[in-house]
């Protein structure tokens, strides 16, 4: 068995820890740091209740090795507000009843953000495609894509504050942006 | 849920990769690239191997490039990067059309190109779309390196002409710019892999098919071309009439007793899809010829 050093950055603030070699991003997040709002589901990359962004893009924290993600920055759906202030996808899936048991929503939120930012204009369509890695078992996925709607809305708008997820901000991957992190 | 304890190293070179797998040659080693297919399989305990050599990060290995009529994709590119690259489209509209339908976007984000091929599920998307599109292997071992056309690639379930001292450095598909290509597959309801998985690249000429390239995963145990198919398309125009005619033949020089046969499909089942989603391969690749022959 080998153990590894390794650094992460979740939420913008720095990490340093030993882990087991098999030991998951998911499992470092929530056992070795704390980060419990990140769901752990199918144990086997379909539900995606699990995904956090690694170096800024969406993935499924039970699929990758916490050794993977060394020296990487990662934001979970605690990074998501700007202290007492809901990001955008927060405040639209709470505004559209897009959760019932709220089990799968941190991952659901997470792919959004992703999905806004690639797209921030997306069709239903487009956003059921953007989603097809996240499953839920309450909603019927109805009040999901209209919170996404919603939150695209608001992000375009600029009625809400972004969270530093609009997509032409260029700090918006910046986890030093927000201050969710930091207030661990 | 665990994978059981190995060790894991993590190589920043071909040369460290190739060196640490003679090294570790009497193990049971496997290489690591996004490991979505590996990291199921040994939290499923399906798999244990003692060493993982993570192969992910060596820079060389990443990105999409086009060096005369040839498109390089190096092994440890990601499907999303795959698809933010416009040569891959341009190119290999076959190959990117499937890659396109891998799994989900996190999937996509994570899993790697030749991670996938040196992989080999056959229900995978990607061996009928790299048959169709005629890519070449490209592997490097202590011997150094060497060239694997495709059509001798696939030898079975997760086996491949692939030595255990080697790793697949990149994949190189000759130029299809002036082809159209598609991918059609009907996904397994709970795992999104495919059932039956039909890509397909054909050429015309002043509406005369010059040729056709058709492959096939989820059928048999490795992936396959569908030769009759092609020889079907070949002369005639990608018309609905020709398109019926070359998907009845579909099945032809395929093994029935061969096909998989499992809990989603029977046989005889994959064999009706088979012709089903080839007529909508070739549906989608005249669909696609269209608006590339008004460029």
Same mark, same amino acid.
């Given at each position: 068995m080998t153990e590894h050093d390794i650094t992460l950055t979740v939420n913008g603030t720095e990490h340093d820890l030993t882990v087991e070699a098999r030991t998951l991003l998911a499992h470092a997040l929530?056992?070795?740091?704390?980060? =419990?709002?990140t769901n752990i589901g199918c144990?086997?990359?379909?539900?995606? !209740?699990?995904t956090v962004h690694l170096d800024g893009e969406a993935v499924k924290?039970? =699929? !990758?090795l916490a050794v993977q993600a060394d020296g990487a920055e990662i934001r979970t759906?605690?990074?998501?507000?700007d202290g007492d202030e809901l990001h955008a996808i927060q405040r639209a899936f709470q505004e559209e009843h897009?959760?019932?048991?709220?089990?799968?929503t941190p991952g659901m939120m997470m792919t959004s953000v992703e999905l806004l930012k690639e797209n921030p204009n997306p069709t239903r369509e487009e956003i059921r495609e953007g989603l097809e890695g996240n499953l839920c078992?309450? =909603?019927?996925?109805q009040n999901i894509v209209n919170a996404v709607e919603n939150a695209a809305e608001s992000l375009r708008s600029g009625a809400v504050a972004d969270g530093g997820t609009v !997509?032409?901000?260029?700090? !918006?991957?910046?986890? =030093?942006?927000?201050d969710g992190g930091e207030s661990k | 849920m665990f994978p059981d304890e190995f060790d894991y190293y993590e190589a920043t070179s071909v040369d460290e990769a190739i060196d640490l797998l003679a090294e570790h040659s009497g193990a049971e080693t496997e290489l690591l690239a996004g490991g979505h297919s590996l990291l199921p399989a040994m939290k499923s305990g399906l798999s244990s191997p003692d060493v993982l050599i993570d192969? %992910? %990060?060596?820079?060389?290995?990443h990105g999409v490039s086009v060096d005369g009529d040839t498109l390089v994709v190096g092994a440890m590119t990601s499907y999303s990067d795959l698809l933010d690259a416009d040569a891959a489209h341009k190119h290999a509209p076959a190959f990117a059309a499937a890659v396109g339908q891998v799994g989900d976007e996190q999937v996509r984000n994570r899993g790697t190109i030749g991670g996938n091929l040196a992989h080999?599920?056959?229900? @995978?998307?990607?061996p009928g779309a790299a048959l169709a599109s005629d890519a070449t292997i490209v592997a490097e071992g202590p011997n150094g390196e060497r060239e694997i056309p495709i059509d001798d690639y696939f030898f079975g379930m997760y086996a491949t002409?692939?030595?255990?001292g080697e790793l697949v450095t990149r994949v190189e598909i000759p130029s299809a710019a002036g082809a159209a290509g598609a991918y059609a597959k009907k996904p397994s309801?709970? @795992?999104?892999?495919?059932m039956v998985g039909i890509a397909a690249l054909v050429e015309t000429d002043g509406g005369t098919v010059t040729s056709a390239r058709v492959g096939a995963n989820g059928v048999l145990d490795h992936g396959v071309r569908l030769e009759a198919v092609e020889e079907a398309l070949? %002369? %005639? @125009?990608?018309?609905q009439e020709s398109i019926e005619a070359a998907a009845a033949v579909?099945?032809?020089?395929?093994d029935e007793a061969m096909m998989m046969s499992d809990l989603q499909a029977s046989a005889e089942f994959r064999a009706t899809l088979l012709e089903a989603y080839t007529k909508r391969a070739l549906r989608a690749t005249a669909e696609n010829a269209a608006p590339r022959a008004a460029d």
């Open positions: 929530r056992d070795e740091l704390g980060y =419990t709002g144990e086997s990359s379909l539900c995606g !209740a699990c924290s039970c =699929t !990758a759906v605690e990074g998501l507000a897009g959760l019932q048991c709220g089990y799968c078992r309450c =909603t019927g996925y !997509a032409d901000d260029p700090t !918006a991957d910046d986890p =030093t942006t927000t | 192969v %992910g %990060g060596i820079d060389d290995l080999a599920d056959p229900a @995978s998307d990607l002409a692939l030595d255990p309801p709970s @795992s999104g892999y495919a070949v %002369g %005639g @125009s990608l018309d579909a099945t032809d020089g395929i």
